[in-house]
């Protein structure tokens, strides 16, 4: 008898940590008013700010907690159009407001207070660096700026890259990533203000990103996706089937509606996403009411860097960097439409190399550098299986 019970108690265990790293989709609040960003604290709460009703309309004025249990309370109230948020390491609170140019400032013992304005410009996201610089992706006018602790507004990154830009987030080593809401690029800021443009999300249409565990996990608003990219730009589609919808269920069938908000867990192993409830196109595009999804078992590829259900169509170029000529090879594993072109650093499309039926297996297409400046370009596959994009570097003489 005993020895049944440590069987029984084995296989409980056992289930127990399987369903903690199941690859699925889990609504975890029913329908709120919170289609702006997403954070979570020290202890691991989650907090959703309320955007507005729709994207002509950012008219919320409400941050949610969910507590460890998935208990939903009102966090706090009293903002404009709440967007990005986050979290100092002395337990302070920021929250951008859209609408009211400012980000406020919200001490552990629930004192608020305006935190800086100089320079803010409809912000949308927040990040922190490990000096608790914040710093504000500014979508009125296409600009990063950075916060000292002391509230001290500087700017930090502009220029022709960014285009709304939406969604911030900061690295171990201090590099500051950002997606942009009117077109798909992921831009790299590194400390000292060196900008390029990393990978481009299908969707032409970035919610927010946050990055974990070596990897950038980007809400495409456009797509109804969400993204894995990596620091060396590669991308793939980590949950979502593409069309709106908030089916939970798992990564590769589970639907999304205008994801925008995302955060990691403290540990990385979960994601948290707001998804708006309206999924029919209407006018102002609405986006209230909305719902929070939690993403799980997303530290079971990490070591793999792509989900085994998209690691199927495949892309190299070589040589890279090259001068006059490079090869790119893509493998299909069955027949697909495929589209591959290039694009330059500021996410425009100069190039296409080919669109058509293919059938399965490796296929060769070369590429001259006749006509392409110096510089760095985005190759980028897109097909039934799936987007890749790399890099491509011309070094033309």
Known sequence: ???????????????????????????????????????????????????????????????????????????ASGFSGATGNVWDSQGNFYQANISGNRVNKITPSGV?????????????????????????ANCGNNTIRKLTPSGISTLFA??????????????????????NFSNGNVIRITPTGTTSIIAVIPGNNNGHLTYKNGFLWVASHGSNKIYQVTLDGDISVLAGVGFRGNSDGPWASATFSLPNGIEASLTGDTLYVNSSIPIFPAPGTPLNPSVV????????????????????????????????????????????????????SMGRKVRNLLKGEYQDGAHDFNVEGHGLSNGLYLIKLESRYGVISKKLVVVND
């Open 158 to 179: 502009s220029g022709g890259m960014f285009s709304c830009p939406n969604g911030i987030t900061a690295d171990e080593n201090n590099n500051i990533y950002v997606a």
């Open 1 to 75: 008898m005993k020895l049944i019970n440590l069987h029984l108690i084995l296989l409980t265990l056992i289930f127990s940590a399987f369903l903690m790293n199941a690859q699925n989709v889990e609504s975890i609040t029913g329908q709120i008013d919170a289609s702006g960003g997403v954070s979570v604290d020290q202890f691991g709460n989650v907090y959703i700010g309320d955007y507005g009703d729709a994207l002509n309309n950012a008219n919320g004025t409400t941050v949610y907690k969910i507590d460890l249990d998935h208990n939903l309370s009102v966090f």
């Open 112 to 136: 608020m207070s305006n935190f800086a304005t100089n320079g803010i410009f409809s912000p949308v996201g927040l990040t922190i660096d490990d000096q608790d610089n914040i710093y504000v």
């Open 293 to 344: 999804r939690m993403i799980t078992g997303v530290n079971t590829i990490v070591s793999t860097e792509i989900p085994e259900v998209e690691r199927t169509a495949e892309l190299s170029v070589f040589p890279n960097p090259f001068r006059l000529e490079t090869v790119i090879n893509f493998y299909l594993p069955g027949k697909s439409v495929v589209d591959l072109s290039i694009f330059d």
